[in-house]
């Protein structure tokens, strides 16, 4: 069954940390290009972070970077996002999102969202 599954969501104070993690079949982790995506209440899509399973390039949105870290595990076929240094503005759903290519960030996969809540 083609699926991705998401966890580790949850809520968390300013300065926290989460890690999120993304279980896929191996037919959809290998040679790809994984993504963590996220939604904050009324607004829309934002890639957060992608990563080349193949060759562990890496990739982030500005509003992270220096804060949060994706990573894989080839022989789990899982994807993790290390979220440290949390702000009230990443509250959001975060989806585990296969890519098209590097290139194209059209989402072609998507699993069911994990929440994250950061409080002040």
């Not at 890690?19 to 790809?32: D, Q, V």
């Amino acid at each position: 069954q083609v699926q991705l599954v998401e966890s580790g969501g949850g809520k968390v104070q300013v300065g926290g940390s989460l890690r999120l993690s993304c279980a896929a079949s191996k037919f959809i982790f290998s040679s790809s290009v994984m993504s963590w995506v996220r939604q904050a209440p009324g607004k829309g899509l934002e890639l957060v972070s992608k990563i080349d399973t193949g060759d562990g390039t890496t990739a982030y949105a500005d509003s992270v970077k220096g804060r949060f870290v994706i990573s894989k595990d080839n022989a789990k076929n899982t994807l993790y996002l290390q979220m440290n240094s949390l702000k009230p503005e990443d509250t959001a759903v975060y989806y585990c999102a296969k890519l098209r290519n590097w290139y194209q960030n059209e989402k072609i996969l998507w699993g069911q969202g994990t929440q994250v809540t950061v409080s002040s």
